[in-house]
């Protein structure tokens, strides 16, 4: 039995714990599992959580299941098989920039009911800036879309995100308690793989309604440094990098660097609120 003095030093170690931890998630100086990590060893060595208690989680189903959601997204990506599709959607769209939007929208919340929406997003990614750079289009009117398309497919199934995990985990929890209490478990327990897929599908049609006759008029048409990129380079990892003040490289000409001859193509170059476009006789500074 723990004293209430204990209970008071306790209370305020936790709020101290999560105070640090939303800082470290705010300032993203530690990687988020890292934190997370850090803050179930910090409650075991203060004695606040007792071995049991902090490995409980690791035996919890939805955490078992997510884990595996997150296998099958990997897989599906190191396949090929998500790539390929989006190659074939842009062959699909003959063109049509409309045609592209309603296929990749399509597709995308399919997948998403199935695997996490996000390897989905990453990989259509390429396809989209792709298909922007032949036809002359913004991707800023199609990738925003896309990520709200992927979201929307995952309201339709048990394994379309980790929250509806989560949620049918903690019901089942909810219904064994209140059988051991012996009170009325009538709307408790798990929730089946498509049990809310009808609510789901009337989100769906009127978000996709919305997306495909709508997003082309509201979104802004914006200029990135990935759409000014020909089709073969927007699959390739674009960077900033920030030349500090005692850098060899202050003062050189771009072609006289070590850059020039290390495949690094240098798009643009910012000086405080100025942006340029690079040139391999301008001046690093």
């Known amino acids: 039995m723990l004293s209430r003095d204990d209970m008071d030093w306790q209370i305020i170690a936790v709020y101290i714990i999560l105070f640090v931890a939303v800082v470290l998630f705010v300032t993203d100086r530690v990687r988020t599992d890292i934190v997370a990590m850090l803050i179930m060893a910090v409650l ?3 004695g606040i959580l007792k071995p049991k208690e902090l490995l409980a989680g690791f035996g919890n189903q939805a955490l078992v299941t997510i884990a595996a959601m997150f296998v099958l997204s990997a897989a599906l990506m190191r396949s090929g098989l998500v790539a390929a599709l989006g190659g074939k959607l842009t062959h699909w769209s003959k063109g049509s920039p409309i045609r592209f939007l309603v296929l990749s929208l399509v597709a995308v919340c399919f997948m998403s009911a199935f695997i996490n929406n996000t390897p989905v997003v990453v990989v259509f990614i390429p ?3 792709t298909v922007c750079t032949r036809l002359g289009q913004s991707p800023s009117k199609f990738l ?10 995952g309201s339709c199934t048990l394994i379309g995100t980790s929250s509806n995990i989560l949620i049918s985990s903690l019901s089942e929890e909810a219904r064994v308690r209140a059988e051991e209490a012996g009170t009325s478990t009538a709307g408790l327990g798990e929730i089946g793989m498509f049990e809310f897929s009808l609510l789901g599908g009337v989100i769906v049609l ?10 082309q008029r509201l979104l802004p048409s914006r200029t990135t440094i990935a759409s000014t990129l020909s089709a073969d380079d927007v699959k390739e990892y674009i960077t900033q990098v920030r030349i500090g003040k005692e850098s060899h490289l202050v003062g050189r000409k771009l072609d006289d660097t070590p850059l020039a001859k290390a495949g690094v193509r240098v798009a643009e170059l910012i000086r405080g609120d100025r942006i340029q476009r690079m040139e391999k006789e301008m001046l690093l500074e």
Do not use: E, H, K, T
């Open 44 to 46: 075991g060595l203060l």
């Open 127 to 129: 396809a989209v800036l």
């Open 144 to 153: 925003m879309p896309i990520s709200f398309a992927s979201m929307l497919g």
């Open 206 to 215: 009127v978000g996709m309604f919305y997306l495909i006759f709508f997003s």
